[in-house]
């Protein structure tokens, strides 16, 4: 529980600044969808789940960069990962040696950030501890490692740029897709849908 609390005290910080109160703010995440040319080594052939909050600047994952690092490496002291192959994702280069933590569920956890309706950025160790302790641990949890982020202006001028595609969010995508097959998907979709206009 130590270590966990250790990765989680940058993403409090982050949610407070996101959200006056627990999951209050709109459920406002898009899919940033790299497009085919962006050469950023860091966000190539990536998807990145962004909430821009009503104060401060665009920030989020990368849903898509599973690492070598198994969860049972990062979190030890929970036997219960030990029967999974879950692992680590690389949310962005924001941070890398902190932890920031997305679950799914009905209710807003406490310290709580909303990106979809079912969807929540969470600094709650309590609530991740009780998780990874469950029979499947990992059941609408996917831990990142570091997180993306933009100054003022900043990703808007990248999309200026054409830099990515926007694309709306959805948690099964997040949650149930093979990680390999989500940006071909999303490139695709979101190819087609600007070759209509």
Known sequence: ???LLRGVLFLAAIIAAASASAGEGPANAVFLVAKRGLQDPNFRQTVV????PPRGAPWGVIINRPLDHRLEEV????P????GRDVLFFGGPVEREGLVFLVRGTEAPSDAARALRDVFFTADTGLIDGLL???DPTRGLRVFAGYSA???GQLQREIARGGWHIVPAD???VFEKDPALVWPELIKRASARHTNY
């Not at 979190?75 to 929970?78: G, R």
């Not at 219960?80 to 029967?83: A, D, I, Q, S």
């Open 171 to 173: 948690s099964d995508t």
């Open 49 to 52: 789940l962004v909430t821009h």
């Open 80 to 83: 219960e990962l030990k029967r």
């Open 75 to 78: 979190f030890p002291d929970y």
């Open 1 to 3: 529980m130590v270590g």
């Open 133 to 135: 302790k469950r029979a």
């Open 150 to 152: 933009w100054g003022r």
